[in-house]
């Protein structure tokens, strides 16, 4: 019984605090009234609309109540109760609407779900306008000409009241849903100065644009743009949201264009302006929405590409060593039983037999020796497991063998502290700079140094080879386009020293303080 007389207690307040914000907003709507309950704007329907939508249609009781407490008295009760039932019949309408097109849960983030809650909107505010043009004809308070000119003043008023409080209120709670925290948006100074000087553009520009004499009212469009690109879908809606209140607060002082209380064509341009305005500035936060979105997709689309060329550099490496490398063991296990049985029959080891087993022998243990480097590369288990210095160690060890050039690795003993992407990307670099010495660079010795100073980690591979022109092209080689490519993507600096000659050596320089070496 309790759980339920609290699900009643907070059924209540929620009717109360939807009724409390009603009629709040109905008030704010009057300020801008031109005759009787005409109003420009009319931010109530924005309210209660977004209230359905995110709450479900069990809230109505605070839509009507609401309605007829923001009521100014002059009509009939029975009008005053059919006009509250088109309210509440518009709000329903346009939540279902916007249900069956954008789905229960929108952000608002893309171009077509901007254009389907306009489809939502249209035929909603549609009722209302219809309901309160024929109720006002029918009271006598407008003659049948003016029909028409009331018919668009109350649905473009409810359209726009609809474009600047339901966009502000379903972005910032999907916002909240999706765990975004303000907390975190302190921690960076510069955005939050940005931030408000950007709602101070906005409040300062409004003021200019709608007190000036003169037809400025595109002064308010860098500040709503400037929103909507620096901060997107929620930037964009608290621009719009501002602006208008900003022509709310002057016309309650008698200061500009809205307080001509007449239906005049000035009346429509100064509703077209606010409604302009809204769509203009979330159809730009969509757009950027929608291109960080595709940004962040496509990141995530090279990290999973990443994933899967693992995944498959593992396996390859997983079949080579128990097929190919265990066969390569074994002939070279039967190449010496085949020399020992030699030997045992009294035939001379070093005959045409014996040779041929001897070499079959040493290329067996040759072959098996560059199966063991490329199935390394292939599946580097120490670097995961213990880190670069000692993949470079163990790398550097199996194409010292397959190549026949001394190679000496130095680094710290502990793990140097990178994520795992960071460090494979350096392992790599370093995979790549080791393979260029040993194949091309005729080198007899290769130092691998390691080092970290606290501020950042630095890999140097130097060799005592020909050397070569690093300006210089190459047909066919790659590896110092690909050697950029990989230090470019971990924020890292690649630096090549070198001249035919006197060797070379290849600096890389991951600074541990840089964002894109902490992502």
Not at 15 to 26: E, F, H, I, K, S
Request: proline share 4%; hydrophobic share 50%.
């Amino acid at each position: 019984m309790r759980p339920r007389l609290a699900g009643v207690a907070r059924y209540i307040v929620g009717v109360a605090a939807l009724t409390g914000g009603y009629y709040l907003a109905a008030q704010v709507g009057y300020a801008l009234q031109f005759t009787g309950s005409i109003a420009a704007i009319w931010p109530p329907v924005g309210l209660a609309v977004a209230v359905l939508y995110l709450g479900g249609l069990r809230w109505w009781p605070g839509i009507v109540i609401g309605d007829l407490l923001a009521s100014e008295g002059g009509s009939p009760v029975e009008t005053e109760l059919v006009i509250a039932a088109a309210n509440l019949a518009e709000a329903a309408v346009a939540t279902i609407l916007l249900w069956r097109l954008v789905g229960r849960r929108a952000a608002l983030d893309r171009l077509d779900q901007i254009g389907r809650m306009l489809v939502a909107i249209a035929p909603a505010t549609a009722i209302s306008a219809t309901v309160g043009s024929i109720t006002l004809l029918v009271e006598g308070t407008i003659k049948g000409d003016e029909v028409a000119k009331i018919w668009r003043t109350i649905w473009v008023g409810d359209s726009a009241g609809v474009l600047v409080v339901l966009p502000l209120i379903l972005v910032w709670a999907h916002s909240w849903q999706t765990g975004w925290n303000p907390r975190r948006a302190l921690r960076h100074p510069r955005r939050v100065l940005e931030a408000a000087a950007m709602v101070t553009a906005v409040i300062g520009l409004s003021a200019v644009a709608l007190t000036s004499s003169t037809p400025v009212a595109y002064l308010v469009f860098p500040a709503l743009i400037w929103a909507a690109l620096r901060f997107g879908q929620r930037g964009a809606t608290l621009a719009v949201f501002l602006a208008a209140g900003m022509a709310v607060l002057l016309t309650a002082n008698n200061l500009g264009p809205f307080v001509r209380h007449s239906i005049t064509d000035s009346a429509l341009s100064t509703q077209l302006y606010i409604a302009v305005a809204a769509l203009t500035t979330l159809c730009l936060g969509a757009i950027v929405s929608e291109r960080q979105r595709a940004a962040a997709e496509v990141v995530d689309s090279r990290r999973r590409e990443l994933e899967r060329a693992t995944e498959e550099r593992q396996r390859i490496a997983r079949d080579l060593h128990d097929s190919v490398s265990q066969s390569l063991f074994s002939m070279t296990l039967h190449a010496r039983t085949a020399q020992r049985a030699l030997r045992q029959a009294g035939q001379d080891g070093d005959g045409p037999v014996g040779r041929e087993l001897g070499h079959v022998g040493e290329l067996s243990r040759t072959a098996l020796a560059e199966m063991r480097a490329l199935i390394f590369e292939l599946r580097p288990r120490g670097l995961a497991e213990e880190g670069l210095v000692s993949a470079l160690t163990k790398h550097a060890g199996a194409v010292s063998a397959r190549e026949g050039v001394a190679i000496e690795v130095t680094g710290p003993s502990e793990r140097l502290p990178l994520g795992s992407d960071r460090e494979e990307h350096l392992y790599r670099l370093g995979q790549e700079a080791l393979a260029n010495a040993s194949k091309h660079a005729q080198a007899t010795q290769i130092r691998v140094a390691v080092t970290n100073d606290g501020s950042s980690a630095r890999l140097e591979i130097s060799d005592d080879g020909r050397g070569f022109d690093p300006a210089a092209t190459y047909a066919g080689h790659l590896g110092l386009t690909t050697m950029r490519s990989r230090a470019s993507e971990i924020g890292a600096t690649l630096l090549i020293d070198s001249a035919p000659g006197r060797g070379t050596a290849v600096r890389v320089e991951l600074p541990l303080s840089n964002p894109a070496a902490r992502a």
